[in-house]
């Protein structure tokens, strides 16, 4: 009896494992459906790498670029995957928030790469986010109205934005299925470009700073 323990023990693993999967698959069938009827209001598209990865949308909001897909960042001990927003906007500013209580610190290499890339901590009182910039006195002048201050409390639950050569780019843990909805993600996208008018109205006068979201966030995006 005691030689059928093993097989029946890697047996009921083998069936969790196989009921993860599906309901993995079956819940990302659900998010590329969403983003396909999303997609056809913002003059975008729906795709995935491979039919169990999960989906992205490109597309437009409000005449700005906008990018939605999935990212998985990684520290000491998990694997955390994010749900990300990137929307274009005209702003030269650089400017990295991280999450005080939900952000998980990165590897060794990882924090290195962020401070060589983003900057150094900057020192801004009653936010929710830690300020990361190369410039801290444009940072500080940039955080200082109290309107900006108001709209950053609403996202409280992202633990990451990031501010960079024309993009806006926000990251939250992902929580299920039901944020990716269109109704929600329409709702998310207009926090977003509310959010991202303020920081135009800060950017410095004369500068055109709308990307495609393709350059050097990219790779700062990923270091994080």
């Known amino acids: 009896m005691i030689s059928y323990i ?5 047996g ?12 993995g698959f079956v819940n990302r069938q659900k998010i590329f459906a969403a983003f396909s009827d999303l997609a056809s209001g913002l003059s975008g598209s729906a795709g995935r790498s491979a039919i169990w990865a999960y ?3 490109s597309g437009s909001y409000e005449g700005r670029p906008l990018k939605i897909f999935f990212h998985t960042s990684e520290n000491h001990t998990v694997s955390v995957l994010n749900l990300v927003v990137e929307m274009g906007l005209s702003s030269p ?3 990295l928030l991280l999450q005080k209580e939900g ?3 990165p590897k060794p290499e990882g924090k290195a790469r962020l401070e060589e890339e983003v900057g150094t901590v900057v020192p801004v009182s009653d936010l929710a986010f830690d300020v990361r910039a190369k410039d801290p006195s444009r940072a500080q002048e940039l955080l200082a109205p109290q309107d900006l201050r108001r709209e950053l409390a609403g996202f409280s639950p992202y633990n990451q934005i990031l501010l960079w050569d024309g993009s806006l780019i926000a990251g939250k843990q992902f929580e299920g299925v039901s944020e990716t909805m269109p109704q929600a993600m329409m709702e998310t996208l207009g926090r977003l470009g509310k959010l991202a008018r303020h920081f135009e109205a800060l950017a410095p006068k004369n500068s055109s ?10 790779s700062v995006r990923q270091g994080t």
């Open 103 to 105: 952000f998980r610190e």
């Open 209 to 218: 700073g709308r990307s495609d979201g393709t350059g050097d966030s990219h």
């Open 12 to 23: 009921i693993i083998g069936v969790v494992g196989l009921a993860f999967f599906v309901h």
């Open 93 to 95: 500013d650089r400017l």
């Open 55 to 57: 989906p992205y949308l």
């Open 6 to 10: 093993p097989l029946t023990f890697f």
